[in-house]
Every structure is written in structure tokens, then in C-alpha cells.
């Protein structure tokens, strides 16, 4: 079946950078893809980014574009996401999702059967 395992949360100061990992596993398709969401308290699961499996297209929302890059390592079956210039806004529980490749329409949270535990991403001076 199909499991993902994210890390790389943690305590940054406004302005700083971590990167996110996800392993991902048990896809009997190429045509899959790797997203992120995030959930804050109190606020529903928002799309951070996506990435395809089949032709590595990325995906971002608009308040992470230039400064979070979502990337993958084919061989290890890893997703990363990049984040610099955190602001105290992206504070959330971050979560990797995987599913069905939907292009542009990547960002409803219902789309994706399977998702990580979520790891905690606090940006706080």
C-alpha cells in the first residue's frame, strides 16, 4: 500500500529556511503525483504545492511562489520542499499527500487517498 513519511519541520526564525522531506512509497503508477498542504489552526487544508511523477510539472499557491521549491529524487523515491524567507503566516502542520495527477486543479485536498502524519513547521522569533 501506499505510505507517506514526512520530516524536516521544526522552530525557524522569520526570514529563515527548511526543507521538508517526503518518502513515498507503494505507487503502482507512474502517474501519480506529490503534493503538500498545510493546515493552521483554526483554517481549513490550504495546497502548498504539487509536483507529477510522470514529467516532474510543479505547482505552487500564490503566497510560496519564489520562495518554496518543491523538487523530487526519482531514485531514492523522494519529494523535498525548499522553503526560504519563512514568514510567521506559513507557522502549520504540513502535510505530504499523494494521488492521482490533476494538473492545474492540483489544490483541493479532497483529490488525494493518502497522506503522511504531517510534521509541525513553527516560523516565530
Known amino acids: 500500500q501506499v505510505q507517506l513519511v514526512e520530516s524536516g519541520g521544526g522552530l525557524v526564525q522569520p526570514g529563515g529556511s527548511l526543507r521538508l522531506s517526503c518518502a513515498a512509497s507503494?505507487?503502482?503508477?507512474?502517474?501519480?503525483?506529490i503534493v503538500w498542504f498545510r493546515q493552521a489552526p483554526g483554517k481549513e487544508r490550504e495546497g502548498v504545492s504539487c509536483?507529477?511523477?510522470?514529467?516532474?510539472?510543479?505547482y505552487y499557491t500564490e503566497s510560496v511562489k519564489g520562495r518554496f521549491t518543491i523538487s523530487r529524487d526519482v531514485a531514492k523515491n523522494m519529494v523535498y520542499l525548499q522553503m526560504n524567507s519563512l514568514k510567521p503566516e506559513d507557522t502549520a502542520v504540513y502535510y505530504c499527500g499523494g494521488g492521482h495527477q490533476y494538473g492545474p486543479t492540483w489544490y483541493y485536498p479532497w483529490l488525494y487517498d493518502h497522506w503522511g502524519q504531517g510534521t509541525q513547521v513553527t516560523v516565530s522569533a
Open positions: 507503494g505507487f503502482t503508477s507512474d502517474e501519480y503525483a
Open positions: 509536483i507529477t511523477n510522470s514529467d516532474g510539472n510543479t
